[in-house]
DNA sequence: CAGGAATATTGATGCAGATCAAGAAAAGGC
DNA sequence: GCCTTTTCTTGATCTGCATCAATATTCCTG
């Protein structure tokens, strides 16, 4: 029985009553952050908005007034889906629930990265996202997304596409090593895509989540790390992550533990 | 050293001389195929389009004169991104070269398909696709995608990610027959999505290729697939597959050869 | 239709990673 | 701060699949 629950987790519900209809939209909170001041904007779905056409934009989008706890849950799998949301701060895990009960993360995402885009097309959520720290998220409403906004669209739909064959090639690789190696190297590549360090983040998720994600064990996942950073390839302590040698890493993939 | 070479497939390439510039477009070919008369029309790029601007769509479209042939290459990784493609007739296998040289099979693509999805706003195809048997398709030049196909774009693009989701599953799930038995249900699904039968189809592909693509070995799909037939599960002969019990076979994931 | 190449099958063996188990270290709550 | 719970680590054992090898079958070509 593939009883694989990842983390024996139970997940909370949050009554996400943000943008409340109280008439007036001014869902500005925490630094009130506008999208123009935005660090993402660059990247997000306004990219080309300006004038009027972003502040009309910026009308529809909603914050929250308290973050998203670890554990809690923005959107559960098989709600109706009426929103996307881009991630300002935090982290969250994707995860979907097989027909046999077994939960499957199939992935992570960082500051920056936009919720739902499976989704665009469907009357329900596909997956489950939840918090896996403190996480601050935009949420904006269907109705939004008119044609001015498609050709920003495709293009980070077609970026996630190409994430997804990363995770393709990361999973068919087949031997431990190779996977957690090519984990730590998707990470580095995201986090540095949206000008952070590529060799030195924060992982949140815990070695059960890395190492459903990858389909192996959370044993093999701690010895394969110890192994890297044994060979000073990598320095972990806590949930920091230090990449001291990335061209030792992409070698060391066939060496074991 | 892991050659993965798949199967020992010198690749022939095609001078894909076709749209031949010579003044009028009017590649019209085999059965000379009209939009309005073609099977995938409602889950292709026209979907939408109708009168006057089918007609101008259908102008660009060009079709080869001569299929491609088993083994042969429609479009190389690193090529220039001028077109995408409709696979009408046949079918074709995507392929990533590695940094290391090895080559990983990343899906297979059957008639209804598009080809060239992920590479849509990058300047240079990421994989490659080869021919499994005679196969012909439909060329769409990039300037043909303006913004009146974006909506069904977008659609098709949406759909593919939630392919890639279940790829995802298939991959994580860490076991040879849950592997092969998702593999199965995935190209069963495809068929019936676009009209054809669930349970009776073609696999044109060789084991090599679909233990590539699972990240297993082929004598290990020839051990899984060998086991189904035996519990009466599923009936091969050649290159044909008949799936007899749906259900037995999700249920006998678990159970070894 | 014959001969050769590609593909599939089947058996024997070995090993990477799963599994089981138990203790250490961190994190979270009061 | 202390206690509980979660997460991580490490060891011992087991097993499913890779690997190696050899034969059988199918496909292709002349």
Redesign the interface.
């Known amino acids: 029985m593939?009883t694989d629950t990842s983390s024996g987790n139970r997940l909370r519900s949050v009554s996400a009553s943000f943008c409340s209809s109280s008439g007036v939209s001014t869902c500005s909170h925490p630094a009130s952050t506008d999208c123009r001041a935005c660090l993402f904007k660059p990247r997000c779905l306004p990219a080309e908005l300006d004038g009027e056409r972003l502040a009309s934009f910026e009308r529809h989008v909603c914050r929250l007034r308290r973050p998203f706890r670890a554990t809690e849950v923005l959107v559960r799998q098989g709600d109706a889906m009426r929103s996307i949301y881009v991630l300002r701060v935090g982290s969250l895990k994707a995860l979907?629930n097989?027909?046999d009960g077994t939960e499957?993360i199939?992935g992570f995402r960082f500051p920056g990265a936009l919720v739902g885009?499976?989704?665009?097309?469907?009357p329900r959520w596909?997956?489950t996202f939840v918090a896996l720290e403190d996480t601050w998220v935009c949420q904006i409403p269907l109705q939004t997304l008119d044609?001015g906004l498609?050709?920003q669209?495709?293009?980070i739909?077609?970026?996630?596409?190409?994430q997804?064959?990363h995770?393709?090639?990361m999973?068919?690789?087949?031997s431990g090593p190779r996977k957690v190696v090519s984990f730590l190297l998707q990470i580095s590549d995201n986090f540095s895509s949206r000008g952070l360090s590529p060799s030195h983040f924060h992982l949140p998720m815990n070695y059960a989540d890395v190492a459903?994600?990858?389909?192996?064990r959370h044993e093999s996942v701690s010895r394969i790390l110890a192994g890297l950073q044994h060979r000073d390839l990598i320095r972990k302590s806590g949930k920091t992550v230090l990449i001291l040698d990335f061209e030792g890493l992409?070698r060391a993939q066939?060496l074991i533990r």
């Open positions: 593939a979907i097989e027909q499957r199939m885009l499976a989704e665009l097309q469907q596909l997956r044609d498609r050709g669209l495709l293009k739909m077609s970026e996630e596409l190409r997804e064959y995770s393709h090639l999973l068919a690789s087949r459903n994600y990858l389909g192996m992409r066939d």
